[in-house]
């Protein structure tokens, strides 16, 4: 059940070294700022000391170079690796590719598209971006797009995964960032669900940043976290 919750190390990299000395969660998710700091080669190496890696990139470009950008980063062994899915059919298609091209006997990255970010609420999609649909309904349809197109799964909202899950198949993952336990603030997040929430609805993996990384104590937070998903589970 561990492997469930992928704790999102949103830290310099001191920090991140800090975090792991204190509590070694089996999957980390390694995002801008870390990657950043961090670079390819304390990827790869946390990958070599055992650990399960998402590297959240959220790649959106022409397709060419997000081939090219994939091929490169998912040599390090990466488990799951995100796109944008509006970047298009051709952009998924070609990361796809890459991650065929780069797959070792026993490994392969999977790709896992961005549908709509889990700070975007209605009235953004609507006022700011002017894009006249529903931000479900574009979740969804984004999640289709990505699966026809060679995607392995997406990142979407608790409150999508469901629908997510009929409109594209059991077996297409399903990733949630989000998460809010009850006691905890939203900060900059607008379609949150609670962990349970989200294991109910059908989520493979839960995200989970500042509920743990910034919680007084963050091994108990991670723990309690796991308790409340097993309890509801068993
Ligand atoms: O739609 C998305 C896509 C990615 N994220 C990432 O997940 C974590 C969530 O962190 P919290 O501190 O739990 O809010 C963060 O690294 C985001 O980059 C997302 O939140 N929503």
């Known amino acids: 059940m561990s492997k ?8 310099s990299l001191q920090e991140a070294e800090a975090f792991l000395q204190s509590f070694p969660p089996a999957f980390i998710k390694v995002g801008y ?3 950043y700091e961090a670079g390819p080669a304390w990827v790869a190496k946390k ?27 998912s040599k390090l062994g990466v488990d799951l690796l995100t796109i944008h899915a509006s970047g298009g059919s051709q952009m998924i298609g070609r990361a796809r590719e890459a991650v065929e091209q780069t797959a070792a006997a026993n490994h392969r990255t999977k790709i896992l598209a961005v549908t709509q970010l889990t700070s975007t609420d209605q009235a953004m999609l609507t006022d700011e971006l002017q894009i006249g649909t529903n931000v479900s309904d ?3 349809h984004l999640a289709q797009l990505a699966q026809r197109s060679g995607a392995d799964g997406v990142i979407c909202s608790g409150q999508e995964v469901r629908a997510i899950k009929q409109a594209t198949s059991s077996e297409f993952l399903a990733v949630t ?11 900059d997040q607008k379609r949150v669900v609670t962990p349970v929430q989200a294991i109910e609805r059908g989520a493979d993996y839960l995200v989970i940043g500042r509920p743990i990384t910034k919680a007084k104590d963050p091994k108990r937070a991670y723990e309690t976290i796991l308790q409340s998903i097993e309890e509801a589970t068993t």
């Open 4 to 11: 469930k919750v992928i704790v999102a190390l949103d830290y």
């Open 177 to 187: 960032p989000g998460i809010r336990p009850k006691e905890a603030g939203a900060d």
């Open 47 to 73: 990958i070599e000391e055992g650990y399960h890696v998402f590297l959240d990139l959220k790649l959106h470009d022409i397709p060419n170079t997000v081939y090219q950008g994939v091929k490169t980063v």
């Open 33 to 35: 700022q870390l990657f």
């Open 138 to 140: 574009s979740a969804i």
